[in-house]
């Protein structure tokens, strides 16, 4: 089965050097390579970034693969919620865990929100 994962995150940085600081501390964090991060400002606050990373997640059981998203989540923070939508290992599966300052404790300054999915590739 191909799974897909992606990080996106709001990061509330001033600038480009901020930006890259906060990015570089995440991915010191991670347990799991990310990939490139493409982002903008968020449109209903420009104060934050919205930020979406690729997240290499190693082939296994549809357990083994979420398993390892959630290391991801709880290496930036916790606690998380965590929602399903379908089946695990049908197609249109789509798992979800997500975090917010106001809930959360992030270990990374200027990381405001946190989602980390898993979706059937196909």
């Not at 990080?7 to 990310?34: G, T």
């Not at 357990?63 to 989540?73: C, P, S, W, Y």
Request: glycine fraction near 10%; charge should be negative; aromatic fraction near 8%.
């Amino acid at each position: 089965m191909t799974m897909h994962a992606e990080l996106k995150v709001f990061l509330r940085v001033n600038n480009d050097r901020a930006l890259d600081k906060v990015l570089s501390k995440i991915r010191q964090l991670c347990p799991l390579p990310l990939g490139e991060a493409a982002g903008e400002r968020y449109w209903k606050d420009p104060g934050l970034q919205d930020v979406r990373l690729p997240v290499s997640i190693p082939p296994g059981s549809v357990a083994d693969m979420t398993f390892e998203a959630l290391r991801v989540a709880w290496a930036l923070g916790g606690p998380w919620s965590v929602t399903s939508i379908g089946e695990p290992g049908t197609e249109g599966w789509e798992f979800e865990a997500l975090a917010e300052h106001k809930g959360a404790r992030f270990h990374v300054p200027g990381l405001e929100w946190a989602r980390i999915s898993l979706r059937d590739g196909t």
